[in-house]
C-alpha cells in the first residue's frame, strides 16, 4: 500500500489550513492561529463520545487529527451541544492569557478545515453525530464541496 498522501504532504497541508485559517480569524501568527484551532477542537470534541471524536478525526488531515486528540481526557463528561455564542465563548476561554481567538473562531476554522477534507466524507460523518455536529461545521453562504483546496 502506497504511503498515505496526508503523511507525505503533512507540513504542506498543515501550512495551507494555518494560512486559511489565520485569514479567516485575522490574526497575525501562526502561534495564535493553533490556539484558536486547538480551543474549537476541543470545544466540539468535548461533545463526542471516544467512538464518535475518532469517527471525526479520521477525515482530518494527519496534523490536525494529532491536533484534536492530543492532551485529551477520554473519560471527561461529554457535553451536550450549546448555542454558538456559548460555544464561542468556551473556546475563547482556553488558555485565557494566551488566547486572541476572536468571535468568528468557530466559522473561520470551519472554512479553513472545509478547504483541507473531502467534504462527502465530512459531511457523512458529521451526519452520524450527535445533535449539533452539522450546525457546528456549517459555514453560512457556502456549500461544503465550494471550499476544498484543488
Known amino acids: 500500500m ?6 507525505r ?4 497541508e498543515f501550512a495551507a489550513f494555518l494560512a486559511a ?3 479567516g480569524l485575522n490574526l497575525s501568527s501562526d502561534n495564535a492561529t493553533y490556539t484558536a484551532t486547538d480551543a474549537v477542537f476541543q470545544v466540539f470534541r468535548r461533545r463526542l463520545s471516544v467512538p464518535q471524536a475518532l469517527a ?3 477525515v482530518l488531515p494527519c496534523v490536525l487529527r494529532a491536533i484534536f486528540l492530543a492532551h485529551w481526557d477520554v473519560s471527561a463528561l ?3 451541544f450549546a448555542d454558538r455564542a456559548a460555544l464561542t465563548a ?10 486572541l481567538t476572536p468571535g468568528n473562531c468557530i466559522e ?3 472554512r479553513a478545515v ?3 477534507v473531502l467534504a462527502l466524507d465530512l459531511d457523512r460523518v458529521l451526519a452520524t453525530l450527535p445533535e449539533g455536529a452539522v450546525e457546528f461545521w456549517a459555514v453560512p453562504g457556502v456549500g461544503s464541496g465550494d471550499l476544498r483546496f484543488p
Open 56 to 58: 471525526f478525526a479520521d
Open 21 to 23: 485559517a489565520r485569514d
Open 114 to 116: 472545509r478547504g483541507q
Open 108 to 110: 473561520a476554522v470551519a
Open 9 to 12: 504532504h503533512a507540513s504542506t
Open 90 to 99: 468556551e473556546a475563547q476561554a482556553v488558555r485565557p492569557h494566551h488566547n
Open 2 to 7: 502506497p504511503m498515505p498522501y496526508t503523511y
Open 78 to 80: 461529554v457535553l451536550p
